[in-house]
């Protein structure tokens, strides 16, 4: 049966999924693989181009998943870059290495492309009709309005969990100086007020949806105080708005040692969650959501979705 191989090349971490589309309709997932790769990483200091360093990180990467994939018969592979590599301004020579490296052409998506997909991921795995979307990502965040399962407004927004960290200094080892973590959250503000459509008083009770690696380790934190398995699927778990909250204040009031400390094996991302969960707080205080709902599915699955409606029109 045919088989799809998609790679994501994310700011933060690249990831693979491969599925294998059954004659239903329906698809079964073969391999997942994730590997942190912090691609986004040095960008503003590197005048505007990914670094040799965060560059060999996921050439290596994607060498360890071609490993995986190539076992399976009648396959194809799509790679697909997001905010990291399309802002870089060496992107073409990125492009042209993935290439050599594992002849693999990588489709940059735009932001908006990358708003879409989520959109598509998510509404084919959740029930839901009306919904805020909010991805984010290392280099970017992706903000959808979901209206009667449709995505009504989307947008892309140049700044995540790694290039706001590193741009507000919310990496630092010891506990953040407020000074800091203010002028991050008032920098992701001032964004969202460009937004006409967001926080416009009809939403007071709509969730968040919510995708992307600091989202993820938020679920899990959640899940672990609840004395929940941190490792097992976490699509479809919700948190109240008000635990969301006080989670961010308590991580904010804690050492990055601290940080990690709870985030167990997630520790990696100690130095990013506070300013990756930036987003999030700052959409629950514009549209004063009652909750949030974490989806597992996002643009690898949009992506998929589209592949298969493609091939059964063929």
Excluded: C
């Amino acid at each position: 049966m045919q088989k799809l191989a998609v790679i994501d090349l994310g700011s933060n971490s690249t990831r693979m999924v491969v599925e294998e589309f059954n004659p239903d309709g329906t698809t079964t997932e073969l391999v997942r693989r994730k590997l942190d790769t912090r691609l986004a990483e040095g960008m503003d200091a590197n005048g505007g181009e990914l670094t040799e360093t965060a560059m060999q990180r996921v050439i290596d990467a994607l060498l360890e998943f071609r490993n995986d994939y190539l076992v399976y018969e009648n396959i194809d592979v799509m790679g697909i870059a997001t905010a990291a590599v399309r802002e870089a301004t060496n992107q073409a020579e990125f492009v042209d290495r993935v290439y050599d490296a594992v002849e693999v052409e990588l489709r940059v998506l735009s932001g908006d492309q990358e708003a879409y997909y989520d959109y598509l991921g998510a509404v084919s795995a959740l029930d839901i009709s009306d919904a805020w979307l909010l991805d984010t990502g290392g280099a970017s965040v992706e903000l959808v309005g979901i209206e009667d399962r449709m995505a009504a407004n989307f947008i892309s927004l140049p700044f995540g969990a790694v290039n706001l960290s590193e741009k507000f200094g919310l990496n630092a080892d010891g506990v953040l100086a407020p000074e800091a973590l203010a002028k991050a959250d008032k920098y992701v503000s001032e964004q969202y007020l460009h937004m006409p459509w967001l926080g416009d008083g009809d939403d007071d009770s709509l969730p968040i949806i919510l995708l992307g690696g600091a989202n993820r380790s938020l679920a899990r934190l959640d899940r672990l105080k609840h004395g929940l398995p941190a490792d097992s699927n976490f699509h479809g778990y919700e948190m109240t708005t008000a635990d969301v909250l006080a989670t961010f204040e308590a991580m904010s009031k804690m050492t990055l040692a601290q940080r990690a400390e709870i985030m167990g094996a997630e520790a990696n991302r100690a130095d990013i969650i506070l300013s990756g969960l930036l987003p999030l707080i700052n959409l629950i205080k514009s549209t004063n959501a009652p909750k949030v709902i974490f989806s597992a599915s996002g643009v690898r699955e949009g992506i998929l979705q589209e592949y298969r409606l493609s091939n059964a029109d063929d």
